[in-house]
Nanobody, 121 residues
Framework: QVRLVESGGGLVQPGGSLRLSCTTSGFIHATGWFRQAPGKEREGVSCINRSDGTTYYADSVKGRFTISRDNAANTVYLQMNNLKLEDTGVYYC?????????????????WGQGTQVTVSS
């Protein structure tokens, strides 16, 4: 059974940093981070292949966010630096139904409950 639990959200000022964690159980090939801002559709942020570490990022977060994994701890991290107001939203981690890491929401049938990230001065 696949299960994902996010943690690490909070309130931070613009330019600040946060690290999100996603602890998983079950057989998972890849993990993605997605976010949903108020009144907007959910969008892909980053994803990682759990075996070879291949990563992908949305253009809006390249150079600011870093995804990493600790397979021994069954945990995937999202380090978020230089946060902007537009990074505010609920952040979800998810696992795809295949062994391919993508930023396509429809590829992900398994989701965590989400963690709130608020960037505000």
């Amino acid at each position: 059974q696949v299960r994902l639990v996010e943690s690490g959200g909070g309130l931070v000022q613009p330019g600040g940093s946060l690290r999100l964690s996603c602890t998983t159980s079950g057989f998972i090939h890849a993990t993605g981070w997605f976010r949903q801002a108020p009144g907007k559709e959910r969008e892909g942020v980053s994803c990682i292949n759990r075996s070879d570490g291949t990563t992908y990022y949305a253009d809006s977060v390249k150079g600011r966010f870093t995804i990493s994994r600790d397979n021994a701890a069954n945990t995937v991290y999202l380090q978020m630096n230089n946060l902007k107001l537009e990074d505010t939203g609920v952040y979800y981690c998810a696992a795809p139904g295949s062994n391919i890491a993508t930023l396509t929401i429809n590829d992900y049938p398994y989701w965590g409950q989400g963690t709130q990230v608020t960037v505000s001065s």
